[in-house]
């Protein structure tokens, strides 16, 4: 190794950054908090790559392995302020080649002597953006893999260059190689502190979730599974939390490594932790356990939800329907077939939607109500739920979000199909912030947009979950009946035995 280094002497910060270091997804980012060790991991996730590099067959470099690594950022006053002097932390300026000075981009080689014989040539490229086009920066640079430092604060279109750059295999050429190795590993990194949940990395690793991309999440450094202690302790943690809690948007995207709200209002439930209510995958439905919806007529549009809820008191919310403005007729047809094709074998337990849906009928005129052409499109019976009061509602969801069963699982859990339930959870189901002149104030109500309308839902189903007793003497604190929480007479009957002639199966 150069000069007497021993990379082997570094160990990840935590379980989360182990992970990512073992990952082989071509584009894998890891969010966390500051001071999570996130910078030093992507040094040494390069030195890991570039060790399991094919030796080259062909050339003068035959018998050795190559690798050309490049560390990006937004503009050189901060790749030299704090990445550099991170790296040489580890590889000072003073071992193997460097090249480079402050403003300007710069280059680090190393040669380490690899255990099986020959030499890993390693060379490690420092650039920023800065006012330029990437495809102009990068204009004739070839690289094994390439990181995006600090990629919260780089465009989207840098990723796309970068994938485009790597997948070509432009470094080592693969004429240095046999035939066998030369399909060797490629990628794109990105180390960042949570951004708002506007931003393009929430759209892309959160909503789209594209085929080969990957995000990582640290736990939050207030969490006893904090990583990096030895860098940033959990008192340190606490006391930047404290002195910054003027700025709770601040401290859940730096301390609790959290994505953080739109500037633009306040979430409506602060108690949703993404990290822990958020299942990271797609949910599958439980066999034997019926299915609970819930639905809102909306506003911007008809939403439904499907959940189930498990004999220890757990709301699992399986999936989400919202396809914008339709009328009842259209909108029944697509809950039906979202149902035949994903729960087919589950039954319906029960159904309840906004008390709302039963007004405007005109049966004497022919004319039906939202409720009622509902119940024909979906061939079961909707209940409408126990009130419309947006505070007993919110009540409901808040004490779900609050509750852990037998002290570890949370009482809600949302699968990655309930994408707009869940950036409603995080920023975009929101009191609105209200300006006149220079003072700022919070509307009353939630924003009546599109993700209103998925919450409503959600709201409606828990409410007659819950039963309006069992949400204002706030009884989720005791368990009942099959481990859920106790409800009153009337919701006794309809949650312990519901039941629908309706099965997914047979329509």
């Known amino acids: 190794m150069t000069a007497g280094l021993d990379v082997r002497t570094y160990t990840p910060p935590g379980d989360v950054a182990s992970q990512f270091l073992a990952s082989r997804e071509a584009v894998r980012f890891i969010k966390g908090p500051i001071g999570s060790g996130k910078t030093n991991l992507v040094f040494f996730d390069m030195i890991t790559c570039a060790s399991q590099m094919p030796k080259c067959s062909y050339g003068s470099n ?51 002597e690899m255990p099986d014989g020959g030499f890993l040539v390693f060379e490690i490229w420092f650039m920023a ?9 990068l204009r004739g640079i070839e690289f094994t893999m390439a990181n995006m430092n600090e990629a919260d604060r780089l465009a989207e279109d840098v990723l796309t ?24 590993f490629v990628g794109v990194t990105g180390d960042l502190n949570p951004p708002d949940t506007d931003s393009w990395i929430y759209q892309t690793f959160e909503e789209l979730q594209p085929s080969g991309h990957k995000m990582f999440h640290q736990p939050s450094g207030l969490s006893p599974r904090g990583e990096n202690r030895s860098g940033v302790t959990l008192a340190e943690y606490q006391e930047i939390a404290r002195l910054n ?10 301390v609790e490594g959290r994505y953080g709200p739109s500037r633009d209002g ?13 299942a990271g995958d797609e949910l599958k439905p439980l066999p034997g356990l019926g299915l609970r919806l819930g639905f809102d007529q909306g506003v911007r549009g008809p939403a439904m939800i499907v959940a189930q809820w498990t004999p220890s008191g757990q709301l699992r919310v399986l999936d989400e329907l919202y396809v914008g403005r339709m009328g009842p007729t ?21 159904a309840t939607c906004d008390p709302a849906g039963l ?42 979000l609050r509750y852990s069963i037998d002290g570890r699982q949370p009482a809600l859990i949302v699968s990655s199909r309930c994408k707009m339930l869940r950036k409603g959870f995080n920023s975009h189901y929101r009191f609105k912030v209200r300006k006149n002149g220079v003072e700022t104030s919070l509307d009353p109500k939630p924003e009546k947009n599109e993700f209103a309308d998925v919450h409503d839902a959600l709201q409606y189903l828990i409410e007659d979950l819950m039963g309006i007793e069992g949400i204002t003497q706030g009884l989720l604190t005791g368990m009942g009946h099959n481990g859920g929480p106790p409800l009153d007479d009337d919701e006794e009957r309809s949650s312990v035995t519901p039941s629908t002639d309706f099965n997914v199966y047979a329509v």
């Open 161 to 184: 260059y970068l994938v485009g750059r790597v997948v070509q295999r432009r470094f080592p050429p693969k004429r240095f190689f046999a035939e066998r190795d030369r399909n060797y």
């Open 62 to 112: 035959a018998g050795n392995r190559l690798f050309r690594g490049l560390i990006l950022r937004e503009n050189y006053t901060d790749l030299w302020r704090t990445t550099i002097p991170s790296w040489w932390q580890w590889f000072p300026e003073g071992v193997g080649d460097w090249k480079g000075s402050p403003g300007r981009q710069a280059i680090h080689k190393l040669r380490f």
């Open 245 to 254: 809690q003027h700025r709770p948007w601040w401290v859940k995207r730096m």
């Open 359 to 400: 007004a405007g009928a005109d049966t004497e005129g022919g004319d039906y109500s939202w409720h009622q052409i509902m119940e024909r499109e979906m061939g079961m019976p909707i209940a409408a739920a126990p009130s419309q009061e947006i505070k007993l509602r919110h009540d409901g969801v808040s004490q779900l």
């Open 266 to 278: 306040t979430p409506c439930f602060p108690e949703y932790d993404d990290d822990r209510h958020f």
């Open 330 to 350: 259209r909108f029944g047809h697509e809950c039906r077939l979202l149902l035949e094709s994903r729960y087919q074998g589950f039954s319906v337990d029960w």
């Open 129 to 137: 953006i800065e006012d330029h086009k990437v495809e102009d920066v």
